[in-house]
């Protein structure tokens, strides 16, 4: 009687269920139609606005090129990149209206631009419309201390639309990696789409980290200790992944900055046929006067690391290692040292990093023997460059490594982290001559400063000719080539 019971309930519960698919089928057959009509209004809506902002003095229509970087007064290894590519468009294309969607709304246009001749020495030759955003504070960080990625994703999404609603460009290129703002672009402002990725927002190897439960800036040691949250968390990373993928490939062109970062994009994006490398524009031909043999203005040695103040160019394991670095000094017979930090700061919370870093010092005790150097002009960063023995970089899985470039290029010994931009594409043998060094550990590091600074003066002069030698392969011009051969399909 029971069972008959229970399959006359059964059989009730499909048919209730059987009953609401065709309305339910209807329902949203009419939502989804209803949800294409606004999405077309919207569209017919945006491109009434890229008329109006097209349209020049003499009434031809203008090519509006729009760049979106919501930090271009960053002062970065990415925000040379934005300078000099629209360098070279404007060579190239100089009849064209030239937009950068930007945040920094506490400061002029003119300011940003004088800020970027006086960081990277560069000059645009025609002018640039800023469009200010005011909602850049929801792709911060610190608004999202849970489910970071996803909520700053979703971020750039309204900071997107801000954007689009402002200026309606015929190509958008994202020059700062919000993979977000895409379809955005593409399918409601009908715009060709250019991307330029320095690093992917979600890459395999953070994948491998959570599965392995391995702690690291961007897993808590709380979730890798709980097999269940960690288990959690790679499904999150997985479905953001495939979804970071999707969006990814609205793009019509893609250039990437290493063989690191193309290997993780042609594994998430999936759009080979478009994709390119296009290593970073260094300013290698300004550091070519600083002579290669070792200056001695003052006694002992300068080491040097050049980065913007951001967790994941994890500064502290330099200020470790250095620390490690004196005590060895202490026990052998090396002269005088000094690190000297340089970087810029984009917002509070990375002045916030500056002193941590400084109190860090001071528990180590060596406040005394490392300075920090903050958004310094270039024409300074220039003299302690040609000043350092050592040039120190310590980010895991650096997508290229600009700052590791200058090193070598001014005849800096550099020691990277053996990871990433730098072991695959910058210090590697030149001609058969090693052209740096490669660390991963606060031993690694302070044994491998301790071997540089232990090598004879004509030892440190042979490495450092290599590695100058080696670096003529991202200097500005061959960015430029590179640039406009990967974007000239967006233009025909």
Aim: overall charge positive; aromatic content about 12%.
């Amino acid at each position: 009687m029971a069972t008959t019971k229970r399959g006359w309930c059964l059989c009730e519960l499909l048919r209730f269920f059987y009953s609401l698919f065709l309305p339910g089928l209807t329902v949203c057959g009419i939502l989804c139609i209803c949800l294409f009509i606004i999405l077309w209004g919207i569209r017919l809506l945006v491109r009434r606005k890229k008329e109006s902002v097209a349209t020049s003095k003499n009434g031809k229509n203008q090519l509006v090129i729009a760049f979106f970087h919501p930090y271009c007064n960053a002062g970065g290894g990415g925000e040379r990149v934005l300078w000099c590519a629209l360098r070279a468009l404007q060579k190239k294309y100089p009849e064209a209206i030239y937009v950068v969607y930007t945040g920094d709304v506490n400061v002029s246009g003119q300011q940003i631009l004088e800020g970027a001749f006086r960081r990277f020495n560069i000059r645009l030759t025609h002018p640039v419309k800023f469009v200010f955003l005011r909602k850049r504070y929801l792709v911060e960080d610190s608004l999202y201390p849970h489910f970071t990625l996803l909520g700053q994703s979703l971020g750039s999404i309204f900071l997107g639309w801000e954007a689009l609603m402002q200026c309606v460009p015929d190509v958008y290129i994202d020059s700062m990696g919000y993979a977000f703002t895409l379809p955005l672009f593409k399918y409601l402002g009908g715009c060709r789409i250019g991307s330029y990725v320095h690093y992917p927002t979600i890459s395999t190897d953070m994948l491998s980290v959570v599965k392995n439960q391995n702690v690291g800036f961007n897993n808590a040691a709380f979730i890798t200790r709980n097999p269940f949250l960690s288990k959690v968390k790679l499904i999150y990373y997985y479905l953001f992944a495939f979804i970071y993928g999707l969006v990814g490939s609205c793009s019509d062109v893609v250039m990437v900055n290493s063989s690191w970062t193309l290997n993780h994009i042609l594994s998430l994006w999936k759009v080979g046929n478009c994709t390119n490398i296009v290593y970073p524009p260094c300013d290698v031909q300004t550091f070519l006067d600083i002579p290669l043999y070792e200056k001695k203005t003052t006694p002992g040695h300068l080491l040097v690391s050049i980065g913007q103040f951001r967790p994941e160019k994890n500064h502290p394991l330099q200020i470790k290692a250095f620390a490690k670095l004196l005590n060895k000094k202490v026990a052998g017979s090396l002269p005088s040292l000094k690190l000297v930090l340089i970087g810029g700061c984009r917002n509070q919370d990375d002045e916030l990093r500056v002193n941590q870093l400084r109190k860090l010092s001071e528990d180590l005790g060596v406040q005394e023997d490392v300075e920090f150097k903050i958004n310094i002009p270039f024409d300074e960063l220039k003299t302690y460059l040609s000043e350092a023995t050592i040039g120190l970089h310590t980010m895991w899985n650096e997508h290229f490594g600009i700052g590791v470039v200058e090193c070598m290029a001014a005849g800096t010994i550099i020691l990277a982290h053996n990871s990433g931009g730098p072991k695959l594409d910058i210090v590697v043998p030149h001609e058969g001559e090693i052209t740096g060094f490669l660390a991963e550990s606060e031993e690694g590091y302070a044994e491998t400063m301790a071997h540089i600074l232990s090598m004879s003066e004509e030892k440190r002069l042979q490495i450092r000719s290599s590695a100058r030698a080696s670096v003529s392969r991202f200097s500005d011009q061959e960015f430029e080539l590179a640039f406009l051969s990967s974007v000239e399909s967006l233009f025909k």
